[in-house]
């Protein structure tokens, strides 16, 4: 039984890392985007390296003013922007650095972290919806219909992962890889990385914020802090399903010396599933709406059953 004083520390302990993990994320992003596409602009704040940029975005947005446009439904316009945030910081809250360091011991935390991960993609349609803008609704619908896709095969990848380990917990599921699961669930990390990114609406299936058709979509009404909180709510989504893939298919803390710096490995698993989901914002252009769709249910689908049949093969040989 946690006493008060241990579910204070792992509270404030979650916070903490829900403030810097996607802070670390976006300026890596800036980083990399300045590397690989040639970009100056984010080398030169502060110096060396551009280590201010961070510093510099977050100064721009506090100086904007905070505009709620006329047409809007006001009370849904301003809590859509936290409803991202808070609906990744209880999905954080769960997901464990080692096998007794975890905020929230859930039985079933794998099936917790797919519900309350969706919450935020609703609070994009809250967005589009509540802004009396035509752009940020179609913009919003987009987002409904991306959501919906891609919900179903990041579900099936999903329960491959607690078939094999024969339990929902992300505990029990980090305690049961093997090496032999590199091979055996590749296809469904495959599925549940691709499917992650599109929830997160990240490039290239960013779709309902396309500014080169609908303006920023959802986002084309807010302003300053809350279109941050927006960026933020993405950053911290990357940290999300970066760390679940991290837990689900590298075996979370298992590593050398994984007694002593078990959490180090989680976190520098999960920083190669970040690397790799803004890779692919700098590679690859976005899709079109038909395109978009055709991945999820022509592709990605298919993949995740057969994923959940060689997962049933291999839960029956072994038994």
């Not at 989680?266 to 590679?283: E, N, P, T």
């Not at 976005?286 to 291999?314: C, F, K, M, N, S």
């Amino acid at each position: 039984m946690s006493t008060f004083g241990e579910v204070v520390l792992r509270s404030l302990c979650v916070l903490i890392g829900f403030l810097v993990l996607p802070l670390l994320v976006g300026q890596t992003e800036h980083k990399l985007m300045a590397h690989m596409q040639g970009r100056l602009g984010p080398m030169y704040a502060g110096g060396f390296h551009g280590w201010a940029q961070l510093v510099a975005d977050g100064v721009k947005f506090t100086q904007k003013e905070d505009i709620v446009p006329l047409a809007a439904d006001k009370p849904v316009f301003r809590l859509a922007p936290a409803l991202g945030i808070v609906s990744y910081l209880l999905a954080l809250a769960v997901i464990p650095f080692g096998p007794h360091l975890v905020a929230a011991g859930i039985t079933g935390s794998l099936l917790w972290v797919l519900a309350v991960g969706a919450i935020g993609t609703v609070g994009t349609l809250m967005a589009g919806w509540s802004s009396g803008n035509k752009y940020a609704l179609i913009g919003g619908l987009r987002s409904a219909a991306q959501l919906v896709s891609y919900e179903v095969p990041l579900i099936l990848a999903g329960a491959s992962f607690a078939m094999a380990a024969g339990s929902f917990s992300l505990v029990s599921i980090a305690h049961a890889w093997t090496p032999w699961w590199l091979l055996w669930q590749l296809p469904g990390a495959i599925v549940f990385l691709v499917a992650g990114t599109a929830e997160l609406q990240r490039p290239p299936f960013d779709m309902p914020v396309a500014d080169s058709e609908v303006v920023m979509g959802p986002w084309t009404e807010y302003t300053g802090l809350r279109f941050a909180l927006f960026l933020l709510a993405e950053y911290a989504g990357i940290v999300v399903v970066s760390l679940l893939l991290a837990v689900l298919y590298l075996g979370g803390w298992t590593g050398p010396f994984d007694h002593q710096i078990g959490p180090f490995w989680v976190l520098l698993k999960g920083f190669f599933f970040a690397v790799i989901i803004l890779w692919m914002r700098m590679s690859w252009p976005r899709l079109r709406e038909d395109q978009l769709q055709r991945v999820a249910w022509l592709g990605l689908v298919p993949l995740a059953l057969l994923q959940i049949v060689l997962t049933a093969a291999g839960v029956v040989l072994t038994t």
